[in-house]
């Protein structure tokens, strides 16, 4: 195959394995589905905004340490905290616009860790899309499209923990961000998204410099800027070289556990958002704005699921897409009622959550009339 055909199939591929991983990131949130709309802009920021931001900074900075300094640890140093702060502003205007909308314009809420890792990592995904591109363009400039490929193939290994780095990364923002947004101490909403920051900063700085930095540790600057340059001996190289494999396979370990500890976060989330809409949908359920049936079924996710699919099987697309909606907003309600009740608010967005509740179910009423 032409490697300029292949160049171009790579990254068609990679387009698709983005989307399909937002898609499958979104269906992490049970209970209170993102709409792909905003996910989509978050991904669009990740991929144009944040990567030009980034490429300003990076430059900026450029230099600024001594040339063997820079060349080992520059993008261990500074690279990071630009990066992740420039993926970082989509998720804080997010945030900002959410709580000012108060659930009106359409804006949805962004609201608890699952949000957070939810837009983080869709903010990540393009962020990584564009980067692995653009190495895949600097490669072949420097070396051939063989060496564009080979580089681009390193950074991107299709299903693999590698293109996940910056989703992670960006999820821990989003997390701190997502728990700020249910404090109740203005304190908390500060620290909590610092931490959130500071741990992306962390994660992405360990992927990029544990292994630089242990060698450097063992062999001094000198001889690590040497095996780096490729200029050291053969018998050098391969001692080194093994070093590097076994420091690389510690970083994709510590890939592993801290995937694990976002998935074990979910979990307990979306457990605790379970109870929640037991709990604040029964006062619903006692004034009669919704039935007992709907609160039994709105917690379990897997059931409502099964009748979703009996509507669409049998045709009842119009009634499927009303009931949707019903269910959704009665799952933004619940979250709704506990987050305020946290932080000891009024109840004028509660208010007007149940009167557009009423509304729909009077449509469907009419509807099903």
């Known amino acids: 195959m032409d490697q300029n055909v ?9 387009v698709l394995q983005t989307i399909v991983f937002l898609f499958l990131i979104r269906f992490t949130d049970l209970y209170e589905r993102e ?5 989509a802009l978050m991904a669009l920021w990740g991929a144009v905004g944040a990567t030009a931001l980034s490429a300003v900074g990076n430059a900026a900075l450029n230099g600024l340490l001594r040339p063997e300094v820079e060349f080992v640890f520059g993008q261990t140093l500074y690279a990071p905290v630009v990066e992740e702060v420039a993926k970082g502003v989509a998720l804080v205007a997010f945030v900002v616009v959410s709580l000012k909308a108060k659930g009106r314009f359409g804006v949805p809420h962004f609201e608890g860790p699952t949000d957070g890792i939810v837009y983080g990592a869709a903010v990540g995904l393009g962020f990584a899309f564009t980067e692995d591109v ?3 363009l600097l490669g072949a400039a420097d070396n051939g499209a063989t060496g564009g490929i080979v580089t681009y193939l390193s950074r991107r290994d299709f299903f693999g923990i590698s293109m996940l780095h910056h ?16 404090s109740r101490r203005s304190a908390a909403r500060i620290v909590f998204p610092v931490v959130g920051l500071a741990l992306a900063i962390t994660l992405h700085a360990i992927n990029n410099g544990l292994v630089r930095f242990v060698l450097y540790l063992r062999h001094g600057l000198r001889l690590t800027a040497a095996y ?21 396979g510690l970083v994709q370990a510590l890939d592993y ?7 074990l976060l979910v979990s307990l989330w979306l457990r605790y958002q379970r109870n929640v809409i037991s709990e604040e949908l029964a006062e619903e359920a006692a004034s ?30 119009e009634r499927w897409r009303l009931l949707r909606r019903i269910h959704n907003e009665l799952v933004d309600l619940a979250l709704l009622k506990r987050r305020l009740a946290r932080k000891d608010l009024g109840g004028e967005e509660i208010e007007r959550s149940r009167r557009l509740i009423a509304k729909l179910k009077t449509q469907k009423a009419v509807f099903l009339g």
Do not use: K, M, N
């Open 288 to 317: 009669g704005l919704i039935s007992r049936t709907e609160l039994d079924l709105l917690p379990r996710f897997w059931l409502r699921s099964r009748w979703y699919w009996q509507l669409i099987r049998t045709g009842q697309w």
């Open 228 to 248: 780096l340059s490729g200029v050291l001996e053969p018998a050098a190289t391969a001692s080194f070289d093994q070093e590097a494999r076994e420091l690389v």
């Open 35 to 39: 709409p792909i709309s905003a996910l």
């Open 134 to 136: 653009l190495y895949l």
């Open 167 to 182: 989703a992670i990364y960006s999820a821990a923002f989003g997390v701190g961000l997502g728990i700020a947004t249910w």
């Open 257 to 263: 556990i801290v995937i694990t500890l976002f998935a």
């Open 6 to 14: 292949l160049g171009a199939f790579l990254v068609t591929y990679a």
